[in-house]
């Protein structure tokens, strides 16, 4: 299925050929064929014009998308704390399926202290005015920051949104093997991560998600992964960012980091430990099917059995929400 990332940056100023880049994603997102479109409104400073701009483009790919079609997934990434009125607007915007992401970033200066208290901080805000909440982290210099960043997850409150984790292919890496290990211990340490993929715009962290959804289907099908067929699926190696310190190539890199995820994390055990336990995909929109279903008086199956009662379904129900509490909540899209 095509899929598509669009990246409008609120604060820059607005003009004729910015009004042409949206009127091209539109004629995109109506061309025949199933397509799945992710916008991405990066937001520096809370000020009027860029809410303003992201309010327009949101209304317009509404209005303007093929009916047939569902809403394009929008996120809002702001570096900077929103005030109430601006949070209020956001919120109004969140009418429709799918719902609106917001998505507080930070990028780390050292440790993780800061970033984690600004997006907990940011994430606490937004849920007061029911907004999906997640939390975007850029990881610039992956040798030292992958190790806090684990660290910190490990740590974090069961409440904390959950992660969006970006790793540039740009990033300067000393040992691209070492790499692929701190991104396996990360996806073991949070396997909510699958659920944000769609809002990552490329980097070692989606490709680590790919390496290892390709290795899953040639499992299933009985056959070695290569690293023919992983170009052949994934398409040449990403030519951002030029040349990386000691001279290596990113696509160098790349390479080295691929060789290292067949050699070293391509195992079932694994696979399963990547994976988001059951405990954490515990969704509020699994509560709200449980509510419609009760409300409709049709049985609803949970924990394994058939519930049609008031008093076993509200049992349940507070069961999975205690369960839910345990570890953060996972979404379950892919890339």
Known sequence: MPKRIFD?????AWGESRNREVDAVIDWYNAPGSQNLTVNFWIDADTESALTVATWVIMRLRMQKNR?????????????????????????LDIRLPQLRFMPRARALGDFAEPFAFIEHAGAEARRH?????????CEEPDQQLPLLIEAFDNADPESPVPCVEVPFEAPVADAAALCDAISALWHAEPGLTGTLDAVRGGFVKRFYQLKELWHLSLLEDAALTPDQIGEALGPAPAQGGVQAGGHGCGDVIAAFDAAFLARHASAANYAGWRPRKAASVLAFDLDSIADSHECQSPVFINGQWLVDRATLSHAEADVSLHAGAEPTAAGQEE
Not at 70 to 90: H, M, R
Not at 130 to 138: A, T
Request: glycine share 6%.
């Open 130 to 138: 029911m907004l999906n909440v997640f939390g975007l982290f850029l």
């Open 8 to 12: 409008l940056y609120c604060n820059e």
């Open 68 to 92: 047939q079609l569902n809403d394009p997934q929008f996120c809002i990434l702001p570096a900077c704390t929103l005030s109430e009125s601006s949070l209020d607007l956001i919120s109004g």
